[in-house]
């Protein structure tokens, strides 16, 4: 069983696979995503961290799911295309994948088991978002309501060790 998020390969909007070893060294957040949720707001602040401080090494991560409420029904590459449009989404979205039951994505299984949700370790809604330090462990869990901006103190501690 893998213990680092850098074990797990995922696969790119045009189906390249990629592994997560390529962001050693750097903390990231990882966060389901969905275009059509009420909450897509948080593609903006999202990507405002991102420009803020991936200079400094942070990495955005963002995985389309269209496993709550049919959010996220278009391709791989209109979702890319509608995120940088309606967006401004410059950070690495990759192809859509199941956060939940036996077909979830192994990343996603990972992060699940090592950060356990509030009553499950289920994923309750897109934006969902986990905060992985520059070795690949899970270091904190954030729930769909949660402002990314909220969570900078905790990327700006985990950027001042890196």
């Known amino acids: 069983?893998?213990?680092t998020v850098h074990a797990f390969s995922v696969k790119?909007?045009?189906g390249e696979e990629m592994?997560?070893?390529?962001?050693?060294?750097?903390?990231?957040i990882i966060v389901n995503t969905?275009?059509?949720?009420?909450l897509a707001r948080q593609f903006k602040e999202l990507e405002d961290l991102h420009q803020a401080y991936q200079n400094?090494?942070?990495?955005?991560?963002g995985f389309p799911c269209n496993?709550?409420?049919n959010q996220e029904p278009v391709a791989d590459k209109d979702m890319t295309d509608s995120c940088e449009i309606n967006f401004g989404v410059t950070f690495p979205l990759f192809a859509k994948i199941k956060v939940n039951g036996e077909n979830a994505h192994p990343l996603y299984k990972h992060l699940k088991s090592e950060q356990k949700g509030l009553l499950s370790s289920e994923i309750k809604w897109n934006f969902t978002k986990f905060l992985i330090d520059p070795k690949g462990q899970v270091v904190k869990r954030y729930s769909p309501q949660t402002?990314?901006?909220?969570?900078e103190k905790d990327i700006l501690a985990l950027l001042s060790i890196s």
């Open 19 to 28: 592994s997560l070893e390529s962001y050693k060294g750097r903390p990231m």
């Open 147 to 151: 402002s990314p901006k909220k969570i």
């Open 1 to 3: 069983m893998a213990t």
């Open 34 to 38: 969905a275009t059509k949720c009420g």
């Open 67 to 69: 496993q709550f409420m």
């Open 12 to 14: 790119t909007p045009n």
């Open 56 to 61: 400094q090494g942070l990495a955005v991560l």
